[in-house]
């Protein structure tokens, strides 16, 4: 007992300073494993407060940069426009179409998915729009009846007028307005707002289409949970999925269509949580079998998704602290980090697989560490040009990588030393390694040969030359895919109720709300005449149901005036009708007295009957005050916006147009970051390597670059600015294989073992991509994995000519 105090008092063994030593070199695996603990414990914490997760393709892109004002109302528009569903009910019958109707309203507002419903007219709207419009009736004049007046039409004209109401068949419903309204104006009002609803009739209060002999009746429901939300989707889509198949059942013939942006959100998310799916599994299958098959051992297997874990939680948990909103598609591109956060524990893997019992865990590290160390720093150089584009998306895209990457980075560092410390038991060659080792030679070979060097010379120029060549499309409308079935009924939906498009209408701005209403009306017949020439198919804003003061004075002087002059025949024509003397001298009273009080807009707001169209005015507005004027059917825009043009206040916005001359201007700008990517990469290169040798490093991604546009352009592909940023990607990655060569403290065939490995399950992660159902994925996953395998082929190139590497021994 004493010896045993004494000599631990002492410490004279010699082993101490060894366990000094071995604790020093575990000191970095347990801080990181202290991190990793912190790590998921914080990112459970974050994802059970619940995340927001963006679906809407326009999230992706950059805002617009036209003003304030048109950056704000897309905002709106695309706000109003995600949460609306148009619902048509059809039968061949028109009193069953509105039985059916009428049975789809009531299902719908009683599962409370819906925050509004817009259906039949009740009779407290009726209500409504009588006490708001009818006190104004001689100075709200129908577009028809200005046009009679202005033209000299007199008494008998307007007296024929009414008498041909009374005789049609709605003849009964204008009974109890007759004293009051002598000459019918509320109603020919309301008859002349018709033509806001082209080829639409009320019937019980629904507007009914009639198109090829089916009636259908007209729904537009707001849901009431956001359309983005997963939840808010299908519960909503499940309503009225639910309700087509009852009809179908209660009422025979009856059919349901519907369209709007949550149901297409819906699939959206569909596809892409399917997408996460099948590229995260099948990335994951692809790296076991590519791992299994090269080292025949479960410990590498194992060993391998510790990186891809810890690198994936670590992006994720920035990228959710960092973004108020992170993108499927983010989640989509960072299951690809399987392929790539793996990459560094294969250089490790492969030392392992070889050294036999020569095998030193920390001396190996030490060996690999430059390496893969100037790989990662190059790779998150390359991603960080991400950071400066404009679109959201992209910049989620280079956090995650660069974020995921460092971490799978620090774990191999980390951790591999400890925890791969035994000898390899049988350190054969690997089939794949003397594969290697034969390409290689036959680059030696070709290296040799005059032709080979001229063919290398002429891939080159190639690849520097091709991207100017190329043509790229710009269109945003390719970077969004739909369903068929979606595309077919949404197309349907507006052939019969005529829907306006939301990606094209005229914005109207004034000083003032009186000027904005003069100058929507002055515009308003432009679109009217360009309807007539068949340039846009309908419209629709607010001139005809609050037309402006100077409008209202106008209408009720030129009724005035028209009658005035010859109230004496009126008289006489409206007392053969039948009409009581008070009541031709209170109409005569009211033609004579000036317009007092003309409809405002602020009693047109608190009015019930105006709630349908308030989207249509949009308040205050960096300019002044702004208004809509939507359209349906635009079949000539450009000549439409040539008559606008000299309307004062007038704006036609393409939102389609406009993003694609925008993105268009994004990918001039994403060729400069391209290059400014490749630049600052050459020279960190050649600040570690020399100026010649860092030149020979960055060769393969050069190649590689250029090359894989020129052979996707060559099979017929739409490139895109999707292709175009990833070569950013394939930069990232690329580089990294000649600074494997360039730094690798092995043998040149098993630096390139190392790197076919990682070809291979890189192009496992994104070669899945293009199976995915969002255009952009499908164009990044084409052109990196692409642009790998290229650069993989020409990675012997960093080695080969690299006469610093000559000196260095080839180990077996």
Avoid at 286 to 308: D, E, K, N, Q, Y
Avoid at 448 to 473: K, M
């Amino acid at each position: 007992m004493k010896r045993s105090a004494g000599s631990a008092g002492a410490d004279p063994s010699p082993t101490a300073p060894q366990d000094r030593r071995t604790r020093a070199r575990n000191l970095p695996a347990l801080l990181w494993s202290l991190g990793v603990v912190v790590l998921a414990v914080w990112l459970a914490l974050v994802w059970s407060r619940g995340l927001e997760l963006e679906t809407s393709v326009l999230a992706m892109l950059p805002p617009s940069e036209r003003d304030p004002a048109l950056h704000e109302l897309t905002g709106q528009l695309s706000g109003r426009a995600a949460r609306t569903v148009v619902i048509l009910v059809g039968h061949a019958e028109r009193e069953k179409a509105i039985a059916a109707a009428s049975l789809a309203e009531a299902e719908l507002r009683a599962s409370g998915q819906f925050s509004s419903l817009s259906g039949a007219l009740d009779p407290k709207t009726e209500r409504a729009f009588f006490d708001l419009y009818f006190p104004h009736r001689y100075e709200f004049l129908s577009r028809e009846l200005r046009a009679q007046l202005a033209s000299g039409a007199g008494v008998k004209e307007l007296v024929r007028r009414v008498q041909g109401m009374l005789a049609s068949p709605a003849s009964s419903l204008y009974t109890e307005l007759l004293e009051r309204d002598p000459l019918l104006l509320y109603p020919a009002t309301l008859q002349g707002w018709s033509e806001m609803s082209v080829g639409a009739a009320a019937t019980e209060g629904f507007l009914v289409f009639e198109r090829e002999g089916v009636n259908w009746a007209l729904l537009s429901a707001q849901t009431a949970a956001d359309p983005f939300e997963a939840k808010g989707q299908h519960e909503a889509i499940d309503a009225i999925e639910a309700l087509s198949g009852k009809l179908a059942k209660q009422m025979e013939g009856a059919r349901l269509l519907y369209t709007g942006v949550p149901r297409f959100a819906a699939r959206t998310r569909d596809s892409m949580q399917s997408d996460i799916v099948i590229i995260g599994t099948g990335s994951m299958l692809g790296t076991a079998l590519c791992i299994l098959l090269a080292f025949r051992s479960l410990r590498p297997l194992l060993l391998s998704f510790l990186p891809v874990l810890v690198g994936t939680a670590a992006a994720m948990l920035v990228s959710f602290l960092v973004f108020e909103h992170v993108h499927y598609l983010t989640l989509v591109f960072g299951t690809s980090l399987t392929g790539l956060g793996v990459d560094y524990a294969l250089h490790y893997f492969s030392a392992h697989r070889l050294a036999g019992q020569e095998w030193n865990a920390h001396r190996a590290m030490r060996e690999i560490l430059p390496g893969i160390t100037v790989g990662v720093a190059t790779s998150v150089l390359g991603f960080s040009g991400l950071f400066f584009t404009d679109f959201p998306v992209l910049r989620q895209f280079a956090l995650f990588s660069s974020v995921g990457l460092i971490a799978a980075w620090a774990t191999v560092v980390c951790w591999y030393p400890p925890l791969l410390r035994a000898p390899n038991r049988q350190p054969t060659i690997p089939w794949l390694h003397k594969k290697c080792e034969r390409f290689l030679d036959l680059w030696v070979e070709l290296r040799n040969r005059g032709w080979a060097r001229l063919v290398l010379v002429g891939l080159c120029i190639a690849a520097v030359a091709a991207p100017f060549f190329l043509r790229f499309e710009d269109d945003v409308r390719k970077f969004q895919s739909a369903p068929e079935d979606l595309l077919a009924d949404d197309q349907r939906v507006r052939e019969i109720a005529g829907r306006a498009d939301d990606s094209r209408f005229v914005l109207i701005e004034g000083a003032s709300e009186q000027e904005t209403l003069e100058r929507l009306e002055q515009a308003s017949e432009i679109v009217r005449g360009a309807k007539e020439s068949k340039l846009i198919e309908n419209s629709r804003d607010l001139s005809l149901f609050l037309p402006s003061v100077a409008r209202q004075t106008k209408d009720r002087a030129l009724l005035a005036s028209a009658l005035g002059q010859n109230f004496a025949e009126l008289r006489a024509s409206l007392d053969e009708l039948g009409f009581d003397a008070a009541v031709i001298d209170e109409l005569e009273r009211s033609l004579k007295s000036p317009l007092d009080h003309p409809l405002d807009l602020a009693t047109w707001l608190a009015s019930p009957a105006s709630e349908m169209l308030h989207p249509l005015w949009l308040g205050k507005t960096a300019h002044g005050f702004g208004t809509l004027l939507m359209l349906g059917g635009v079949r000539d825009g450009a000549a439409l916006e040539a008559r606008l043009a000299g309307s004062a206040g007038a704006h036609y916005v393409d939102s389609v147009r406009d993003m694609s001359k925008l993105l268009e201007r994004y990918r001039i700008d994403t060729t400069r970051l391209v290059v400014i990517a490749y630049a600052g990469v050459l020279l960190a290169l050649m600040l570690r390597f020399g100026f010649v040798d860092g030149a020979r490093v960055i060769l393969p991604s050069l190649l590689s670059a250029g090359l894989t546009l020129a052979l996707l352009a060559a099979t017929g592909t739409s490139l895109n600015l999707f292709h175009l940023l990833g070569l950013l990607l394939v930069l990232g990655l690329a580089v990294d294989y000649g600074v494997i060569f360039a730094e690798n403290g092995t043998s040149e065939a098993t630096a390139l073992f190392a790197v076919v490995l990682s070809v291979l399950t890189t192009v496992t992660a994104f070669g899945l991509m293009v199976t995915s159902s969002a255009p952009p994925l499908r164009a990044l996953g084409a052109s990196v994995s692409l642009g790998i395998v290229l650069a993989m082929a020409f990675s012997p190139l960093s080695c080969l000519t690299n006469q610093a590497r000559a000196s260095k021994p080839r180990l077996p």
